[in-house]
């Protein structure tokens, strides 16, 4: 049974920074060469795709126009973690923020996504 516990969240000013893990657990789940994903859902708001690495041969990444050039998402094979790397923080990052599995190689929407963590609040102030 895959595991995906996310922490780094909290609370921060706006044009702060904070980096979001997301450690995968489960023997034997590895998640070198899986797909993943970060999604996010502010209060009274659907839950919104905000980035996603894939693997196919080579690491690619891409995130949401609501976060490009602030946003960065990575992983450390070794340490079975996901990363996302939110700098420039506005306001209207504040949700909670998920991790998840892709099953397949699109990964922008929910139901592309197999598991998922409990989510981690991620509160951005004026």
């Known amino acids: 049974q895959v595991q995906l516990a996310e922490s780094g969240g909290g609370l921060e000013q706006a044009g702060g920074s904070l980096r979001l893990s997301c450690l995968a657990s489960g023997a034997p789940f590895s998640i070198i060469n899986t797909n993943m994903g970060w999604f996010r859902q502010a209060p009274g708001k659907e839950r919104e795709f905000v980035a996603r690495?894939?693997?196919?041969?080579?690491?690619?990444?891409y995130v949401a126009d609501s976060v490009r050039g602030r946003f960065t998402i990575s992983r450390d094979n070794a340490a079975n973690t996901l990363y996302l790397q939110m700098n420039s923080l506005k306001p209207e990052d504040t949700g909670i923020y998920y991790c998840?599995?892709?099953?397949?190689?699109?990964?922008?929407?929910?139901?592309?996504?197999?598991?998922w963590g409990q989510g981690a609040q991620v509160t951005v102030s004026t």
């Open positions: 690495l894939l693997w196919t041969g080579a690491t690619r990444t």
């Open positions: 998840g599995v892709c099953s397949n190689y699109d990964c922008f929407s929910e139901s592309d996504y197999q598991y």
